[in-house]
């Protein structure tokens, strides 16, 4: 069903696809960054694909590639019952200029999908209306699920918010948080800790002497 | 004597009219969730939202990154908390479609037997909650007596009442318990009175039903359009179920109707919540008859599923078989896959990406709970503070499945 799809696709957009394949019943098309707008606009609009229901946005991370991140988006048509997975390469591997259009125009649904995207991974979408953290707070520093994110990184405490904020929400000065957060357990590379660690081992050595010695 | 408003004049009074605003949550005793929103508002009438979720973000995504197939099971029972079952079913099908491996037919059954439990429950603790929030307490206590003889025949078969862990990629845990169909087909009548009771006294109270008919309705086109799936999408009466559009399991076997509502109002919500419940009872009486006695719950493959604990202290074969996969964990071939069952809010899918070790390069769930919510804004913007309440409820949010 879909495979005709894929044939479209290709069929249409020539060059732009880049590779297509149906491994495991999923067909997929890897499409090239410049058209990802164009080809959704085709799939949405077109009435043999006519995908209208979004399903789901995410990125996956490959590190040692060039084109660093994999943005991967699935589509189901209500009324023919098939889907497909249409992805796409941006990036480069210092994970700066990971940059791709915005659907949300063409499928409302896409507009947390992508914010949850840039919050986890930094992709920026170009056009989105309302491009700012969902899961995270504003002040994370840092995309959590780039593979080259530490699981056990320690983010910094937050100050008390303050000045004026024209968006919603209201932040006031009784935001944030009064307390420390207590931690047993420290970020290994973190340049701090180091120093404090390596001054904390000169301490010891010298308040207590080797066995030898006394 | 001068009245005293003799020199007012109303143009010059200055009347506070700058637009209010007020923060719902993220901890509030009538949310569903721990969800934030914030309002703006003119009057009682809302004028603009802002939904913020996030606040039970674990990082299900990462965590999942760093241990072995099977040790994602705890991890997705604490995403939908309410039905983990469905949850534990999906991964399971998910990692074995990228193995292309399909279990025993006894072990299909017994999936969908505990996953439309599992299904009963989620769907009565949303009823329930919802008509709770509305201040209904004694109908949420009959539904959660309905669903708390759930958990005991979950607890019975699995050993825990909410986070069972019982999935394994390839089967299940442990076989039925001799005693399994007869809780169930005991269980199922009590659970259905139940149910009829507890609507009952809703649906014809004038309170109830004013509160929730014609609110937070919305299009079909709208819902399509949001990425919603699930009763909330069958509610607008698009009748996209997976379980009937893309048959999993033995769900091709079973009959069952998919119920639709007309206007995706509030009251739909909560009728075709209902109804789905009666249905997940039909697919239960089907498959008590249709379940083998016995034969095989695991897939017949030692690279896949851990050997007898017998044998595994006896031979050495069984002992190099349990070490490998306990410390290196299932060889999945290299490869994606997107999988997708009908969860208790509507499509669950899992994005699976291998690089044929031991461990998952990356996880991704699709929640259904986070497009449901994403539609949140439009369905209060326009009504009344009171209205949230109800329209929250009957979407069903759950913060573990939202917030990943």
Redo the contacts between chains.
Sequence with gaps: MSKLVLGLLTERFGEAILETHS??G?DTAVVDPASWYDVARFLRTDNRCSF?????L?A??YPDRDPRFEV?C?LRS?DR?H?I?IKSRVGDPDGEGAEIDSVVQI???A???ER?TFD?FGIVFRGHPDLR?????PEFKGA??RKD?P?NKIQPLIEFRKGNFEK???FGPDEGMSFGRQTHEYHRDDPEMVQARALAEKKSKKTLPARGEG | MEPIDQDLDESELELPAEPM?L?MGPSHPAMHGTV?I?V?LSGETIT?A?V???YL?R?F???C??GTWNQVFPYVDRLNYVSPMLCNVGYALAVE??L?ITVPERCQYYRVMLGELARVADHLTCNGAMAMELGAFTPFLYFIRAREMIWEILEEETGARLTHSFGRVGGMAKPPTPFFKRMVSETLPVVMKLVADGEKLLLKNRIFLDRLEGVGAISK??A??????GPTLRSTG?A?DVRR??PYLVYDRLEFDVPVGTTGDNYDRFMVRGEEMRQSIRILEQSLEQMPDDGPINVDDPRIILPEKQDVYTTIEATIQHFKIVMEGIKVPA????S?TEGGNG?L?F?I?SDGSGTP??M?I?PPC??VV?GLEQLIVGGMIPDVVPTFGSLNMIGGEC??
């Design positions: 491994h495991l999923d209208d229901m979004f399903t789901d995410t996956v991370d991967v699935h209500v019952g889907r997975r499928w409302r649904g507009n947390w999908f949850e986890m953290r969902i899961l995270m707070y959590p699920l994110y699981a919603l929400p209201p | 605003m923060n934030r914030v703006e603009k802002d913020q979720i996030g973000h990082g995504e990462k965590m990154e760093r479609k990228l292309g086109e709208d399509i359009a949001l990425g919603w799936t698009c996209y559009a893309h490869g994606e896959v997107y997708y499509e899918g994005y990406v390069y990356r991704r699709r986070f497009a994403q917030d990943h």
